[in-house]
RNA sequence: GCCUCCUUAGCUCAGUCGGUUAGAGCGCCGGACUGUUAAUCCGUAGGUCCUUGGUUCGAGUCCAAGAGGAGGCGCCA
């Protein structure tokens, strides 16, 4: 007999029809009901052993064996449910056992447990009704992406995971090599001589597609990117990781108010997107923080429930404003004057995550987008701002700010302007014949453009609420650490 | 890279001022249970107090070093 997912059975009930359902046991009550659970939803099957069963095929060593996380195969007749709490549930014919799980040797139990501990057991942990429902809604995310952009007309581009450009300007890199650490092959200078490398030049793994997607863009128009991205810092946050996925859109003719348009779009499609369509596992992880909070002074609690919040955000407009504006607001707070922020605010400093946070969770209470930043402390391709004044000039690079987890998304109108960007790529100290080909794309056929880059991990955290990014990447790489 | 905290039963934790035989809840195991919803009830077992060294008559408790983990900052997505 083919299996059913339990999903189906719960969506349309026929009472009377025979099924066969496959599954986990997530509970078994008066050595009578079994709740299984299958992966298709986040919600289980109540499969009740019946006195018949008992009668004329008893076989103890089965029931014996159906234990928290046993695999079993069920074949029965739905029934119009006698107890409270589910419509349907499943009286069992026979009952096949797949795979015992011995609790005396399995790492999980039916109860709560820690994540730092569950992060030991990654093998295991989506199991639990947490992780499951955070991995159905990454998947979830990950489609709305591509149905998003491709509704849209915009055409997804696999940019390279392994590059030889040395200068995209986005923190520390993981180097590619197949030389013999051993005994490595050196030139007469004594350097090492990466000519005899694989690639015959030293390489290392993206930590963008930027570059390489603004050359699709300047071709297709509206391209994006999604996929790995690897960046070696030391970084010890819940919001950091060493490989994470990311999502970065280009598009031709954009400027920097097109780019905030499509992000703020964007964004509120993707919430949108896990709204409408997996309202139980939202609301389990919903349940999940509120118990977490109840031993957590008025103060640290979230003021909205994640549901409420996530329907906020994409009801309301994101705020909007401007670095210079918001070195403003942080001065004249109360919380800077009473010199209660460790780091000075100053125009031409960079903010702190905790001049961000007091902007999102204390000023405005929703999303914010900050823009025009100093030129000085932002990447070389970003556009600079015409009519500045001497000293203050600016860069059209705009942050996405969120509650709870600072920045989701960064972007900026790229500079198009082949000798400004000479002038720039000089500053910065990075060799042009490293990015020739990206100098000709402004001498050739050049256009306005604007893109940004989203974190798709940082994105899926918000969406389900979890503290720790390392809970939302089923195998998490980060500094010292790249277990399973 | 800088700073802080944690490590006691399978899990979550308590353990007073350094003082006799280290405790609880849950789980496990055994038993009971024909309408349960993390079922409930009864009973048993379970410990290298992270490791090493030191102080002390005496260390889970104090000190030092090491290991592992978590968090904050920086860097960023």
Same mark, same amino acid.
């Given at each position: 007999?083919?299996?059913?997912?339990?999903?189906?059975?719960?969506?349309?009930? @026929?009472? =009377?029809?025979?099924?066969?359902?496959?599954? %986990?046991?997530?509970?078994?009550?008066?050595?009578?009901?079994?709740?299984?659970?299958?992966?298709?939803?986040?919600?289980?099957?109540?499969?009740?052993?019946?006195?018949?069963?008992?009668?004329?095929?008893?076989?103890?060593?089965?029931?014996?064996?159906? +234990?928290?996380?046993?695999?079993?195969?069920?074949?029965?007749?739905?029934?119009?449910?006698?107890?409270?709490?589910?419509?349907?549930?499943?009286?069992?014919?026979?009952?096949?056992?797949?795979?015992?799980?011995?609790?005396?040797?399995?790492?999980? +139990?039916?109860?709560?447990?820690?994540?730092?501990?569950?992060? @030991?057991?990654?093998?295991?942990?989506?199991?639990?009704?947490?992780?499951?429902?955070?991995?159905?809604?990454?998947?979830?995310?990950?489609?709305?992406?591509?149905?998003?952009?491709?509704?849209?007309?915009?055409?997804?581009?696999?940019?390279?995971?392994?590059?030889?450009?040395?200068?995209?300007?986005? =923190?520390?890199?993981?180097?590619?090599?197949?030389?013999?650490?051993?005994?490595?092959?050196?030139?007469?200078?004594?350097?090492?001589?990466?000519?005899?490398?694989?690639?015959?030049?030293?390489?290392?793994?993206?930590?963008?597609?930027?570059? +390489?997607?603004?050359?699709?863009?300047?071709?297709?128009?509206?391209?994006?990117?999604?996929?790995?991205?690897?960046?070696?810092?030391?970084?010890?946050?819940?919001?950091?990781?060493?490989?994470? %996925?990311?999502?970065?859109?280009?598009?031709?003719?954009?400027?920097?108010?097109?780019?905030?348009?499509?992000?703020?779009?964007?964004?509120?499609?993707?919430?949108?997107?896990?709204?409408?369509?997996?309202?139980?596992?939202?609301?389990?992880?919903?349940?999940?923080?509120?118990?977490?909070?109840?031993?957590?002074?008025?103060?640290?609690?979230?003021?909205?429930?994640?549901?409420?919040?996530?329907?906020?955000?994409?009801?309301?407009?994101?705020?909007?404003?401007?670095?210079?504006?918001?070195?403003?607001?942080?001065?004249?707070?109360?919380?800077?004057?009473?010199?209660?922020?460790?780091?000075?605010?100053? %125009?031409?400093?960079?903010?702190?995550?905790?001049?961000?946070?007091?902007?999102?969770?204390?000023?405005?209470?929703?999303?914010?987008?900050?823009?025009?930043?100093?030129?000085?402390?932002?990447?070389?391709?970003?556009?600079?701002?015409?009519?500045?004044?001497?000293?203050?000039?600016?860069?059209?690079?705009?942050?996405?700010?969120?509650?709870?987890?600072?920045?989701?998304?960064? =972007?900026?109108?790229?500079?198009?302007?082949?000798?400004?960007?000479?002038?720039?790529?000089?500053? +910065?100290?990075?060799?042009?014949? @490293?990015?020739? %080909?990206?100098?000709?794309?402004?001498?050739?056929?050049?256009?306005?453009?604007?893109?940004?880059?989203?974190?798709?991990?940082?994105?899926?955290?918000?969406?389900?609420?979890?503290?720790?990014?390392?809970?939302?990447?089923?195998?998490?790489?980060?500094?010292?650490?790249?277990?399973?």
């Amino acid at each position: 007999m083919k299996r059913t997912e339990i999903t189906e059975i719960l969506r349309q009930p @026929e009472v =009377g029809v025979e099924v066969k359902v496959s599954g %986990w046991v997530r509970s078994f009550r008066s050595n009578r009901f079994i709740a299984l659970y299958d992966g298709s939803s986040f919600n289980t099957l109540q499969v009740v052993v019946p006195d018949s069963y008992r009668d004329e095929k008893f076989d103890e060593e089965i029931l014996k064996k159906i +234990q928290f996380h046993a695999c079993i195969s069920v074949t029965g007749k739905l029934a119009e449910s006698q107890g409270a709490g589910q419509a349907v549930e499943l009286i069992a014919d026979s009952i096949e056992l797949l795979g015992e799980c011995v609790p005396e040797e399995y790492h999980l +139990q039916p109860k709560n447990m820690t994540m730092e501990y569950l992060r @030991e057991k990654a093998h295991f942990r989506m199991r639990t009704q947490t992780f499951s429902a955070v991995f159905r809604i990454r998947h979830a995310v990950a489609y709305a992406v591509h149905k998003y952009f491709n509704d849209k007309g915009y055409y997804y581009m696999h940019t390279p995971i392994v590059t030889g450009s040395d200068a995209e300007g986005a =923190g520390e890199m993981f180097r590619v090599t197949t030389l013999d650490l051993d005994n490595l092959p050196r030139t007469e200078s004594g350097e090492i001589d990466f000519k005899q490398d694989f690639f015959e030049k030293s390489t290392n793994l993206t930590v963008s597609g930027q570059l +390489q997607g603004e050359i699709a863009a300047m071709a297709l128009g509206k391209i994006y990117t999604f996929g790995p991205t690897f960046r070696a810092e030391q970084s010890f946050t819940t919001r950091h990781l060493a490989e994470f %996925w990311m999502i970065e859109p280009e598009v031709a003719f954009n400027d920097i108010f097109d780019n905030m348009d499509l992000a703020e779009d964007f964004v509120k499609y993707l919430i949108r997107h896990i709204l409408d369509n997996y309202p139980d596992d939202l609301a389990f992880l919903d349940k999940r923080i509120k118990d977490e909070e109840k031993n957590m002074k008025q103060d640290d609690r979230r003021p909205m429930g994640l549901a409420d919040m996530l329907r906020f955000v994409v009801d309301n407009d994101f705020e909007r404003i401007t670095y210079t504006e918001a070195v403003d607001i942080l001065r004249n707070s109360n919380t800077y004057k009473k010199g209660k922020f460790k780091f000075d605010v100053q %125009w031409g400093k960079d903010l702190q995550s905790e001049h961000e946070r007091y902007l999102v969770e204390k000023h405005f209470q929703k999303p914010v987008f900050v823009r025009d930043y100093p030129k000085a402390i932002k990447a070389f391709y970003m556009r600079e701002n015409d009519g500045t004044e001497p000293g203050k000039e600016t860069v059209a690079a705009m942050d996405c700010l969120f509650p709870y987890i600072g920045e989701v998304i960064g =972007g900026s109108q790229r500079e198009e302007r082949h000798g400004k960007l000479l002038e720039r790529l000089h500053a +910065q100290g990075i060799h042009e014949e @490293e990015l020739w %080909w990206y100098l000709e794309l402004r001498k050739f056929g050049g256009c306005p453009h604007a893109g940004f880059g989203l974190g798709f991990e940082r994105m899926v955290q918000f969406i389900t609420g979890m503290g720790n990014i390392r809970d939302v990447i089923a195998f998490p790489r980060a500094a010292g650490q790249a277990d399973f």
